[in-house]
């Protein structure tokens, strides 16, 4: 089992509230970005402001979080690679179960429980979680961007009227050249 460092930003201190039921303290925090948060093409940068407004409450099982995360999102268009920068609002709410408690067995078994560690828990994972979910799969600049020419990779958007000539097919090419080495006059 590993132990938690208390000086990590994302790592909050549960102490204050003892295991009094229905004691509670609410704050607002920002810390840093931690790596890696978003998807491929879109996310947090790695070190920028995290905004977190919670409410940690005791309760008979242990610590329940609540609140909202707000964060810049950088990346990029994943149809015509523009950059996006946009803001996130998330809503964050988790059980963390007391490390000593009758049921921190059975909670330690299971994956999907969220534990306290010496009256410290780890946000990360729950923040994590919330933004990830609430990015879209493919994120647009545009709701309507027609994206890049696949012929040529000219962004469409700059160029409506962007065309190719038609591609003539391999196989009817040789057709396509009798068709114009035919003389006019013949008949």
């Known amino acids: 089992m590993f132990s938690l460092d208390p000086r990590a930003p994302l790592v909050l201190d549960t102490r204050e509230l003892g295991r009094r039921a229905g004691s ?7 810390v840093p970005a931690p790596a890696e948060l978003g998807i491929e093409v879109l996310g947090v940068p790695e ?23 707000r964060a810049v999102l950088e990346g990029e268009c994943a149809r015509c690679l523009e950059p996006i920068r946009d803001e996130i609002e998330v ?24 534990m306290l560690k010496d009256d410290l ?4 994972p729950v923040l994590r ?48 050249e009798l068709k114009q080495d035919e003389d006019p006059d013949a008949g």
């Open 24 to 30: 509670q303290r609410q704050g607002s925090l920002t």
């Open 47 to 69: 070190g920028a402001p995290v905004e977190l407004d919670l409410r940690l409450e005791a309760v008979m099982e242990g610590v329940l979080v609540t609140g909202t995360a």
């Open 91 to 114: 809503r964050l709410q988790e059980l963390y179960v007391y490390d000593d408690s009758r049921d921190s067995d059975i909670a330690a078994e299971d994956d999907e429980v969220s």
């Open 121 to 124: 828990l780890d946000l990360e």
């Open 129 to 176: 979680d919330a933004v990830v979910l609430a990015l879209p799969f493919q994120p647009l600049c545009e709701d309507d961007c027609p994206g890049l020419c696949p012929d040529c990779g000219a962004r469409l958007k700059d160029d409506p009227d962007h065309q190719h000539e038609a591609a003539i097919d391999p196989r009817w090419a040789e057709l396509a």
